[in-house]
């Protein structure tokens, strides 16, 4: 992948052109919110589950969405992932924002741009983990690049298992399958909304580890929702939500840190 360079651009020297605030770590951004405002229900029903929310993901970044239950986690993944609409604001993938797309126009970017791991693995039972793994490049008639597909799934130990269906294998398995589904399309950003959290600590593991390992050395851009500091812990960057705002970061997080965030940040 790129051997990146732009770690070192906040050392340049003064004569350079410097920029006057560091650059993130990766230049480029994989997606963005500009404001993004999202309301359910109206009146004194109403709840502003987002209140302007303005954030950058970086291309190739493992970042991590935390914060305490309520706090707008799920909503900000869904809207940046075009699952959910936005009241108010702006969202884009890469450069194309997603309120000026129609329903089949963000249904073709969601499939043919985007990955997603959820809690609850979503596969089909009746098909096999093959059938599940290849099915979002099946719906868009196009061809799986086989050499990828038997890369990614010897990568994520389901060579053995591709002929099982999903009630033949353990959870860890089906989020591994899951996995290997929203990688096999080499897309731009895998979403998870809390991918480890059905899972015991092994398979967590396990699954962390096959994310991260995307990143690094395919340069892969991921995105997850969890309450689990540990999980945090394999992000880059860690970006905290207190009712619907972003309150916080952490770079490079560790689990001690996170906890010591969180404690301040359920203690405001
Ligand atoms: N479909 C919905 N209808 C009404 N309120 C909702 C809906 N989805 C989420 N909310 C509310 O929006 C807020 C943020 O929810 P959510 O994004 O699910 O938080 P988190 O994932 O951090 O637990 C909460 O107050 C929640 O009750
Ligand atoms: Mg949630």
């Known amino acids: 992948m790129t051997s990146d360079s732009s770690t070192s651009a906040d050392h340049q020297p003064s004569g350079a052109q410097a920029p006057q605030t560091p650059l993130p770590r990766r230049a480029s951004v994989a997606a963005h919110s500009e404001k993004l405002t999202k309301r359910y229900g109206a009146g004194d029903a109403a709840v502003v589950a987002l209140d302007g929310v303005s954030i950058a993901f970086g291309k190739g970044e493992f970042t991590a969405i935390m914060g305490p239950s309520g706090s707008g986690k799920s909503t900000l993944m869904h809207c940046m992932a075009g699952l959910d609409s936005a009241t108010s604001g702006r969202t884009y993938i890469g450069d194309t924002e997603l309120s000026g797309l129609s329903d089949s126009q963000i249904t073709a970017l969601r499939r043919d741009r985007l990955g997603f791991v959820f809690q609850s693995f979503n596969l089909v039972p009746t098909l096999t983990a093959e059938e599940n793994i290849t099915l979002p490049i099946d719906i868009a008639g196009k061809k799986v690049d086989r050499a990828w597909f038997a890369e990614v799934t010897s990568r994520l130990g389901l060579t053995e298992r591709l002929s099982h269906r ?23 950003i895998i979403f998870g909304d809390e991918p480890t959290g059905n899972l015991d600590s092994n398979s967590s593991r396990e699954v962390l580890t096959i994310l991260r390992t995307a990143v690094d050395d395919i340069g892969q851009t991921v995105v997850i929702v969890t309450h689990d500091a540990t999980a945090a812990s394999y992000a880059d960057r860690v970006v905290f939500l207190a009712d619907g705002r972003v309150v916080d970061e952490l770079r490079d997080p560790t689990p001690a840190a996170i906890l010591a965030r969180m404690a301040d940040i359920e203690n405001l």
């Open 166 to 188: 999903p009630s033949e294998l353990s959870g860890g398995q089906q989020q591994r399958v899951a996995c290997a589904r929203a990688m096999v399309s080499r897309p731009e």
